[in-house]
């Protein structure tokens, strides 16, 4: 029965001898398998393709660096997009980034009251797009929805990055285990 956690325990940090040093130990052998540099052609070649994205090289390399992985689709919701108001067009500006990209496919997730074909319909420059989660929803059915839609573009979540405009659309990332999350602000200098 020692091992077990009483009511209330919140198995905080072991109390055992050596642990600290086990842990420098750990950390020390992690960063001896770290490359500490990048090659130069390596370097050329994800600046290239941050470019493709529409995103500065800082940012790509983040979202590389946290999954291991490039980036294959750009999931965007409508606040993203701006697609707020009447009418269910982007403006201009973001229209015209989002024709910038290549080589990624170019997702939305669209509130209501607005429906995701008429956003697609009138945004050509848009690959995809589906009904985001209401703000009411259950963090499962968030979850649901929002991996649902990444699979049924074919892509592996893992490989998405989420661009946002509200606190909310922030949880889309972590609930669909994405490469990471974006404020719009962040990825549309204009905004």
């Not at 919140?10 to 040093?21: F, L």
């Not at 294959?72 to 701006?82: D, G, I, K, V, W």
């Not at 990332?173 to 602000?185: D, P």
């Amino acid at each position: 029965m020692g091992d077990i956690a009483g009511i209330g325990h919140n198995r905080g940090p072991a109390m055992d001898r050596g642990v600290s040093y086990r842990t420098y130990q750990w950390k020390k052998a992690r960063q001896a398998l770290m490359p500490k540099t990048i090659p130069l052609f390596v370097v050329k070649m994800r600046v290239r393709r941050a470019a493709e994205l529409g995103m500065d090289y800082a940012t790509y390399a983040r979202c590389r660096q946290a999954t291991g992985h490039d980036i294959l689709a750009l999931l965007f919701s409508s606040n993203a997009l701006r697609v707020i108001g009447p009418g269910s067009e982007m403006p201009d500006a973001e229209a015209r980034a989002l024709d910038k990209v290549r080589a990624a496919k170019k997702l939305t997730l669209v509130h209501g009251p607005k429906a995701p074909g008429a956003v697609l319909q009138a945004n050509p420059v848009l690959d995809a797009a589906g009904a985001a989660p209401r703000f009411t929803d259950s963090w499962s059915d968030m979850r649901d929805r929002v991996r649902g839609f990444i699979r049924d573009q074919g892509m592996p979540a893992r490989q998405v990055l989420i661009i946002g405009d509200a606190p909310l659309e922030e949880d889309w990332s972590t609930a669909a285990q994405a490469c990471g999350y974006l404020r719009s602000a962040e990825y549309f200098a204009h905004q």
